[in-house]
Nanobody, 119 residues
Framework: QVQLVESGGGLVQPGGSLRLSCAAS?????????????VAWYRQAPGDQRELVAT???????NYADSVKGRFTISKDNGKNTVYLQMNSLKPEDTAVYYC????????WGQGTQVTVSS
């Protein structure tokens, strides 16, 4: 079973940047696991449903929600079993807990990492 651990969140002022990481670990064969699955970053703000923010296919095609297009970049390192989300020009409305997962998502989610954008 795969475990996902997100990190890199924090408190940042509007206009600032953060880089989130998501590492996969677990039992069984997970070598270069992100080579075999499309991956994505999701976020959930208080009182809202979880939303899809950015996707990255196994063919390295990316797609972004309109709200983050041009500001966020998803990438991965298959050898390190890690997915990244570079977030620039952050806005208060980006405040949420951010999660990574496959796309479509596996049943198990990580704990997420809190991103708070506030002055």
């Amino acid at each position: 079973q795969v475990q996902l651990v997100e990190s890199g969140g924090g408190l940042v002022q509007p206009g600032g940047s953060l880089r989130l990481s998501c590492a996969a670990s677990g039992t069984g064969s997970i070598f270069r696991i992100f080579s075999f699955y499309d991956v994505a970053w999701y976020r959930q703000a208080p009182g809202d449903q979880r939303e899809l923010v950015a996707t990255l296919t196994t063919r390295d095609t990316t797609n972004y929600a309109d709200s983050v297009k041009g500001r966020f970049t998803i990438s991965k390192d298959n050898g390190k079993n890690t997915v990244y989300l570079q977030m620039n020009s952050l806005k208060p409305e980006d405040t949420a807990v951010y999660y990574c997962n496959a796309n479509p998502p596996w049943s198990t989610w990580g704990q997420g990492t809190q991103v708070t954008v506030s002055s």
